[in-house]
């Protein structure tokens, strides 16, 4: 079984940073791409960036230039800078990995951390 935990959101000013962290565990050969969405109340989730294993990132043109994604292959963690929050970030932010096992590639979920951009 293949758990994603994610935490670092909270509550911050416009202009201020948040760090979310992202843990996937469980039993997995590899985790080809991972990458984190959002969804704010009454929209739809949407992408905010994702990085390979190779560590090629792909960002959403909202964040690009303020927003940062990384991951520790070795501890399986995946990792969102961001700085210069604006009110309009405000959001649940989810972790998302593509798992490789024996099975094949899986997509996993995480459940979420709250964000909250104030002014």
């Known amino acids: 079984q293949v758990k994603l935990v994610e935490s670092g959101g909270g509550l911050v000013q416009a202009g201020g940073s948040l760090r979310l962290s992202c843990k996937v565990s469980g039993r997995f050969d590899s985790i080809p791409v991972a990458g984190w969405y959002r969804q704010a109340p009454g929209k739809e989730r949407e992408l905010v960036a994702t990085v390979t294993s190779g560590s090629t990132t792909n960002y959403a043109e909202s964040v690009k230039g303020r927003v940062t994604i990384s991951r520790d292959n070795a501890q399986n963690m995946v990792y969102l800078q961001m700085n210069s929050l604006k009110l309009d970030d405000t959001a649940v932010y989810y972790c998302?990995?593509?798992?490789?096992?024996?099975?094949?590639?899986?997509?996993?979920w995480g459940q979420g951390t709250q964000v909250t951009v104030s002014s």
């Open positions: 998302d990995a593509i798992v490789a096992d024996y099975g094949g590639n899986r997509r996993y």
